[in-house]
């Protein structure tokens, strides 16, 4: 019997202009998103490693280290999955620039250079998924109950020795698979695709990401299927049940998350940039200043002591001059370190409660788990910097060296040589790890489909039919 | 077998829909229930398939109660709505095929459904036409060949004739008359005073949920049933003390 209802749901439901519908806009959309996605990524790819290979050689071109001393960029790879899952990849800068004075952050990101892209964000799967496709879960399920009531249909159903729950088990069933074939067709191609593009190496473990991201996908549709089935059982007339439907997606996908954000940030303050770059600038300059002032002191007060051979003098001042940058970088890392710590805490803090608050919502389940998934996310945007803030006393250490021993008062610099210079690298974050942070997401997916299945089976057991 | 026994019905806003209805349909009877709309007659039937609990009192279908064993003595009903909408993307088979196997009817050949089609009139080239296309009284006729071929030893039906023109009015008689030969017991709830006399065995008028009288088929012969339903309506007469179901 549950077969034959979930065979007529299917039946009814590719038969019905919706169905039509729904196949051409996501043929459409999925291989439009996933086009521009492999286009963009072969595009940052080879932007990424031209500026690689132009950071190397603007470095071997200076003509000292203490020009080296202002700054070396390090360029974030893009990712691979950012073809499916943008993430905040094209919000948050390509670039780290590192050096002695100030902490490293991302710049000269996509929206930079182009703002319009900010006002219109990317076009990638998922924001086809968490919207477009979301809408049709909500535009199958509407009336899945109270459509059947409308038609007397469900009445005619029941009135053969049909049990309730096997009724709403097929209309579930059936429903889903409806909704999932015209996603089949679109997503096979862009597997094709993926497969196929020549500047996309997908190995093992992409390719074992792409299929968490798309079991997040689906979790994802089963919420909004789910809960379209409950609505349907929970109201007297199919435009109401829309109606509803409609308002808890525009809680759920637009207020939800932004509202997340406004509270996270009232309850949970954190200073601004200019704050914090302000308070390490005026500590900057009172370093600068003590060893400005003490570099004449100390000549003054050595004079009688310095060598009269020339070169030993010179090298009594370099020694001295090495001591003092070493302490005044020490104490300026110390303080930047110390404040840049806090304002992490307290922006991590920030973005936790953010995070977790929008976290009601499935929409923000799905952006977070994907994101984190396809390694997009805010996660890999904390590792790179973070990384890059340990590659960078590394860096300081080992330009420090260079300036201490090349240092020339009387013959001036002499040719870079970057040979030996530390690189900065970054493991890949594994794929458990990804996965046991997107766990919390996947759960709560996981939860709203069951409360919301139960909820519509319940409702459904009661329901009244005439 | 239909048969009520005491059956009431009180809704949670107090309103009393049903006050202790006993009716009794054999096989190879037609039961007429007349009323006005909201006597009862709706509710009536809607306990029949369990869609309402009685508040006490028995439905029994074929000697099962109805409350008790729903899905048990759904087995042995068929019904047939007000208004037939069925599935407008399916043809006319598609949904016999589907009711049908609703009502465990499996296996059947295309050429059962047509049959079943063309009893109650339908021409042949809607057989396979979307029933979006129908007009209300060929959907009416193919909800009529939806529990035909279900087969079930009774029949509920809902106001099966309203809105459908004279023409269909007269075949779908024409098909009840058949199915009483076939020895289907009939329970009927409708607002057609005419139909009901030529075609029942037994007419019952309910006024305010309750059966205020009954009547045979042969008693009707000498009475006006226009007349008759119109003083109860009215007022004029006092509904009858007891009205018994027949053994």
Request: with cysteine.
């Amino acid at each position: 019997m549950i077969r034959d209802i979930i065979k007529k749901e299917i039946l009814d439901n590719i038969t019905s202009p919706k169905f039509v519908f729904t196949f051409l806009l996501c043929t459409i959309l999925i291989l439009l998103s996933v086009y521009t996605g492999v286009a963009n990524y072969s595009a940052e790819k080879k932007e990424h490693t031209a500026s690689v290979a132009l950071n190397r050689k603007n470095m071997e071109s200076r003509r000292d280290y203490q020009s080296l001393a202002s700054g070396i960029k390090i360029n974030k790879p893009p990712q691979v999955l950012g073809t499916i899952v943008t993430g905040i990849e094209e919000a948050v800068g390509r670039v780290a620039p590192v050096n002695i004075a100030s902490d490293p952050n991302l710049i000269e990101s996509k929206y930079e250079s182009n703002p319009v892209f900010a006002v219109f964000g990317a076009l990638d799967l998922m924001f086809i998924v968490k919207i477009v496709l979301s809408l049709f879960a909500i535009l199958f399920t509407y009336d899945a109950i109270v459509g059947e009531k409308e038609r007397g249909t469900l009445k005619l159903a029941l009135s053969n020795s049909v049990p309730r729950d096997k009724f709403i088990l097929g209309k579930a069933i059936g429903g889903y698979i409806s909704l999932l074939l015209p996603l089949l067709i679109p997503v096979l191609l862009s597997l094709i695709i993926l497969l196929l593009a020549p500047d996309l190496s997908l190995g093992r473990a992409e390719w074992s990401r792409l299929f968490f991201i798309f079991c997040m996908f689906f979790l994802y549709l089963s919420v909004f299927f789910s809960l379209g089935l409950f609505v349907s059982t929970r109201t007297a007339r199919s435009s109401t049940s829309f109606l509803v439907l409609l308002f808890i997606w525009v809680v759920f996908v637009m207020v939800v998350p932004k509202v997340a954000v406004i509270i996270a940030s009232r309850i949970k303050p954190v200073p601004s940039i200019h704050e914090i770059t302000s308070k390490k600038d005026a500590f900057l300059r009172q370093v600068s200043a003590e060893v400005n002032k003490g570099l004449p002191e100390w000549i003054q007060k050595n004079a009688r002591n310095f060598p009269r051979d020339q070169k030993a003098a010179q090298e009594m001042i370099m020694k001295y001059v090495k001591e003092i940058q070493d302490e005044a970088t020490t104490r300026i890392d110390a303080n930047n370190a110390a404040l840049e710590k806090d304002y992490q805490l307290k922006k991590k803090e920030q973005q936790n409660l953010a995070v977790n608050l929008s976290r009601i919502s499935p929409a923000s389940a799905l952006t977070f788990g994907s994101m984190t998934l396809a390694r997009t996310g805010v996660d890999e945007y904390d590792r790179f910097l973070s990384s890059v803030r340990t590659y960078k006393p590394i860096y300081t250490k080992w330009i420090n060296s260079k300036m201490g021993t090349t240092i020339s008062v009387l013959t001036g610099g002499e040719q870079v040589r970057i040979d030996d210079m530390p690189l900065h690298h970054l493991e890949p974050e594994n794929l458990s790890s990804s996965l046991y942070k997107a766990l919390p997401d996947f759960s709560l997916m996981i939860g709203m489909i069951i409360v919301f299945f139960a909820g519509a089976c319940v409702s459904f057991l009661r329901y009244d039919v005439r | 077998m239909i048969e009520a026994r005491n059956l009431s019905k009180r809704y949670e806003d107090n309103v009393l829909a049903l006050d202790d209805l006993n009716l009794r349909v054999n096989p190879g009877e037609i039961y007429c229930l007349l009323g006005a709309n909201g006597a009862g007659k709706t509710t009536t039937i809607n306990i029949f398939l369990a869609f309402i609990e009685p508040t006490s009192g028995q439905a029994l279908l074929n000697d099962i109660d109805a409350a008790r064993n729903p899905l048990q003595a759904k087995e042995y009903v068929a019904y047939v709505s007000e208004n037939v909408m069925l599935y407008g993307n399916f043809t006319a088979r598609q949904n016999l095929d589907f009711f049908a196997r609703l009502g465990g009817k499996r296996n059947l050949r295309k050429d059962d459904y047509y049959q079943a089609m063309q009893k109650v009139g339908l021409p042949e080239k809607a057989f396979e036409q979307r029933v979006r296309e129908f007009s209300k009284g060929m959907r009416q006729k193919l909800g009529i060949a939806i529990a035909i071929i279900k087969d079930a030893p009774a029949l509920l039906l809902d106001e099966p004739t309203s809105g459908l023109d004279p023409k269909a009015g007269a075949e779908f008689l024409e098909t009840l008359t058949e199915l009483r030969s076939a020895g289907k017991a009939i329970l009927m709830s409708t607002h057609d005073i005419f139909r009901s006399k030529d075609v029942a065995d037994r007419v019952g008028i309910m006024k305010e949920g309750r059966k205020v009288m009954e009547r045979t088929g042969d008693e009707l012969k000498h009475e006006n049933l226009q007349h008759l339903y119109l003083d109860y309506m009215r007022g004029s007469v006092n509904p009858e003390t007891e009205v018994k179901a027949n053994d």
